[in-house]
């Protein structure tokens, strides 16, 4: 579409509908609301006109009429109070009308601009449940996806194992205190964002304040304990400095960082914990493409068990993911019966807190343990399994190179075997 063309718009269909962006339409296109219009008859008028501006225009520029219609009607459903995934589910039924194909990735970026945090109704989307539908939207999910959409913790040799993680997937890391899972998660993070300049993450860090999960991220880039970091943060040295620049060109507003108290519970004089409710209040105000919870039985609430709090929010977490293509990458602690089990060098090991419904749900999990030294005085070694993948190789486990001082993966990895065998059950033979 030609910049004349679109500069042809007149102001005054704009002001009699505000929220109808009339800025891309043509001069030969009315778009004024009909007083008493139905939704369906709002519908079949978008409908009508954006298959006219698209028969108007090269098919490259198509695109162009697409994200304003998106835009437009995002911001008038916003006023109604709609969250981001319904209104992601009514322009997506507007686009299957217009036959226009976007990836629900793409869509959930467009649309997350004008997100609402307020409950809404959901929009009739039965013409989806074909299994031809399902089929094209699978195809142009897939379409859309690049090698920056997985997940990954930027250790080849793990993450090859596990088959790395795809939009609506969880991940679980489970272990004993001082397995490093923490260290682990931060490490996927700051890889991910690293390598998917458009990907968006929430890290809930129930167990950690934010300001050590800022320290530990700053360790990270300067390569230092965290007792140095504080010395060139209260001097507030040009080393210092550098590192925070680096950091906020490598973050800028994509990794927002939550505590254990629900945002605004302070303001209010409130001292409340963060619960699966305030988790997916969260996620579907701002729609990120990456989700990380440090860890999950710290979402139960009073008087709930840990046992009860997992069977609450993993189908929740569960149902998230797979309903608006986000990953999560889950913390678990390890169940008292693993850690003995573990220690004893069995294979049955892994179990979270919580119970066996953490690795039904999940699509991969990976137990971490922290070894002896090999050599006298030597550093622990940091183990990863990998208990369950979908895609890759379960039961191979790794010793992961680990530097002390930042707290970091080096992001390389060797195999390693047990040193107590599994004993095989059966025999085989005639008898």
């Known amino acids: 579409m030609t910049d004349e063309t679109r500069m042809q718009a007149k102001p005054a269909e704009a002001a009699e509908d505000p929220t109808w962006d009339t800025k891309w339409t043509s001069a030969n296109v009315k778009v004024e609301p009909e007083e008493g219009e139905s939704e369906n008859e709002r519908i079949a008028r978008i409908v009508y006109f954006t298959k006219t501006m698209l028969a108007e225009m090269p098919a490259e520029e198509g695109r162009f009429v697409i994200e304003q219609m998106a835009e437009s009607e995002t911001k008038r459903l916003y006023g109604f109070g709609w969250k981001a995934h319904d209104i992601v589910g009514y322009v997506r039924y507007i686009l299957t009308k217009v036959d226009y194909a976007m990836s629900d990735t793409a869509l959930r970026r467009l649309v997350t601009r004008s997100a609402v945090q307020e409950a809404g109704a959901s929009h009739d989307s039965a013409f989806l449940l074909t299994v031809p539908a399902y089929v094209r939207r699978l195809k142009e999910e897939v379409a859309g996806w690049d090698e920056a959409d997985k997940f990954g913790f930027g250790i080849d040799e793990l993450d090859n194992s596990f088959g790395r993680l795809l939009p609506g997937e969880l991940l679980v890391l489970v272990g004993a205190q001082g397995s490093m899972k923490t260290s682990l998660m931060l490490s996927g ?14 890290l809930f860090s129930l167990d950690m304040a934010p300001e050590v999960v800022a320290e530990r991220l700053l360790q990270r ?10 010395w060139h943060a209260r001097r507030e040295t040009e080393q210092f400095k550098d590192a925070v620049t680096r950091m906020r060109r490598k973050f800028s507003d994509r990794l927002l960082i939550y505590g254990s108290e629900p945002p605004g519970s302070q303001l209010l004089g ?122 890759g190789v379960a039961g191979r486990s790794f010793e992961l190179a680990y530097d002390g001082e930042p707290m970091s993966f080096t992001g390389r990895a060797k195999p390693v075997r047990r040193e107590r065998e599994q004993k095989p059950i059966f025999k085989s033979g005639l008898f």
Do not use: W
Not at 189 to 202: D, I, K, R, S, W
Not at 221 to 230: C, D, K, Q, Y
């Open 270 to 391: 409130k001292c409340e914990r963060m619960t699966i409710e305030d988790v997916r209040r969260e996620v579907e105000a701002y729609m990120p493409s990456l989700v990380a919870i440090d860890y999950l039985t710290l979402l139960r609430k009073p008087r709930q068990s840990g046992l009860d709090c997992v069977n609450e929010a993993m189908p929740t977490l569960k149902e998230m993911a797979q309903r608006y293509g986000i990953m999560f990458l889950l913390l678990s602690q390890m169940g008292r019966a693993s850690k003995q089990l573990q220690a004893s060098g069995s294979a049955l090991v892994g179990s979270a807190k919580g119970g066996g419904i953490v690795e039904e749900l999940s699509s991969a999990q990976i137990d971490l343990f922290k070894d002896a030294p090999i050599e006298p005085y030597g550093a622990p070694r940091i183990i990863a399994t990998v208990s369950k993948t979908r895609r």
């Open 221 to 230: 880039e300067m390569h230092m304990t965290a007792e140095r970091v504080r």
């Open 189 to 202: 993070v700051e890889h991910y964002l690293q390598n998917n300049p458009n990907g968006t993450a929430m």
